[in-house]
């Protein structure tokens, strides 16, 4: 244990600053093998004040903790406007918490992230969370040997203790499952799902290419609005946040892992989007994608063996009638077509029984937990 006058909190205020920043999570865990590393970019674009959109209900501030001239821990602190609208509290929120193992480092990080929400009248503080739900959430708990994935956090095994031991308590939980991708689908699967396109008159869209996606990617995230804004500390997202989505990652989806479900409008309805996993590729990457990254991407996006589900939403008029069930039937014959041997959910909370119900018709295993801390100030 190191002697905490030597700890040294220092505000993050530069872009030379954020760096430091985003460099220890890579320093951290460069010798960890299930963590999976995000890429350096798309961290800079989150966290930047003039990069991200959310900034503009958003305001943040960024620590490190130093000692001896090396930096031992960092932390994010969130204040979302627009959350304290729409869920009537006033909760700032952390994120990008990462500390060595020492309860001094973690509990100096923490005070001055809570003196700062106090400062802006916060009347409680919760996270891990980032400035969306579609941002990574959720300290793991358990399944610390298994192999992390792009949309989640990678932690080490004593990060809750120290959360615990700092007063902080359960506020919300997701599990994820390992889901076996079958060798055929039953017929009976594929005579129930034409009942339910006909019965409510939907049709699922055929894509050749990843580009033929963006015609119903305002529908797609419409409905994530839509969908989503009753789950835990969700917020809409706005059109600037919406576009900025749909221009890092919906052009670069695997045609053969998305569904989309429209009604006779042509409205999106329902959409499932997984990707092939890049879990093993970032890590040979190391959060890199020049000079030689971009190569492990491309080839695990040709030659997938595992694909990590991403989104999936039912409009709420369609809920309980066999549409979730008719989007996972669409995943996994396009999961037996690739010859895919399994699927990670990534997570769901553990109140959301329609999602779960669905893995009952699979051989699926909860493999891992995250959750989100809460304190009162």
Known sequence: MGDIATIKIEEVKTIKDLKIFIDFHYELYKKNKYFVPPLRFDEMNTLRW???PAFEHCESKYWIAVRNNEVVGRIAGIINKKYMEIWKNKYARFGWFDFIDDI???GALLTAFENWAKEKGSTAVHGPLGFTDLDREGMLIEGFDKLG???SIYNHSYYPAHIDKLGYKK???WVEYNV????KIPEKAERISKIVLKKHNLRIVEFKKSKDVLKYAKGIFELINLSYKDLYGVVELTEKQIDTYIKQYLGFVHPD??????DKNDKVVAFEIAMPSLSVALQKAKGRLFPFGFIHLLYALKKPKYIDMYLVAVHPS????GVSALIMLQLTKAAIKNKIISCETNPELETNAKVQSIWEYYEARQHKRRRCYIKLL
């Open 50 to 52: 003039d990069k991200n």
């Open 104 to 106: 001094e480092v973690s």
């Open 149 to 151: 994935t792009v949309a």
């Open 171 to 173: 506020d919300a939980d």
């Open 180 to 183: 076996k991708v079958p060798s």
């Open 257 to 262: 892992f998305i569904t989309v479900i429209v």
């Open 318 to 321: 369609l809920q309980n009638t």
